[in-house]
């Protein structure tokens, strides 16, 4: 994992600039597993092999999408020009994090509890019930239990957290349902 230069690296680097380094350090990062993908499929050829996406491929689109999800408003970084699959890739994370916002935004629209208000359930009641799955937390343990409408029984996280929540929330307005189900 690449990380931002210290502050005392970037003289005096304000918090946008401090984001947009985070952008560039993650394109090179993706952009160096994409060569790494290059080289895998260069090399398979070369030995008359057919090679259809290498471990590199699939980290390196995973890389260009969450640079994509993190920066939402951003261009798309010029180390990804030349390869189609990252262009895509930054792009969809981009749709994904405005779709997730604007989920979050209309919640309590969906008749679903907003991210805070579940937390505190939680924490405060030891457990919650959202749409047909309900949310046990057991602190005893550190985990946080889901049962889903068909009684099947699963682990959601450790300690509940705020972010964990929102994202159980956003997978249930998008219909997604834990666990295995029967149809």
Do not use: K
Request: with cysteine.
């Amino acid at each position: 994992m690449i990380t931002v230069p210290a502050d005392s690296d970037r003289s005096g680097a304000t918090l946008p600039d401090a984001h947009r380094w985070q952008l560039i350090l993650r394109a090179i990062e993706a952009r160096a597993v994409w060569a790494r993908h290059v080289v895998d499929e260069a090399t398979a050829r070369a030995r008359g092999h057919a090679c259809v996406g290498t471990g590199a491929f699939h980290r390196a689109v995973a890389l260009a999408c969450c640079a994509g999800a993190d920066h939402p408003d951003a261009d798309c970084p010029a180390l990804f020009s030349d390869a189609d699959p990252m262009v895509r890739a930054f792009a969809e994370g981009q749709a994904r994090t405005r779709e997730d916002a604007h989920i979050e935004a209309s919640l309590e629209d969906l008749c679903l509890p907003t991210p805070d208000a579940l937390l505190a359930e939680l924490l405060e009641q030891g457990s919650a019930s959202v749409q047909n799955t309900l949310l046990t937390w057991e602190p005893a343990l550190e985990v946080t239990w889901y049962t889903n409408a068909y009684g099947v029984d699963g682990a959601l996280c450790g300690t509940p957290d705020r972010e964990t929540m929102r994202a159980f929330l956003i997978d249930t307005a998008r219909g997604v349902e834990y666990g295995p189900i029967p149809h």
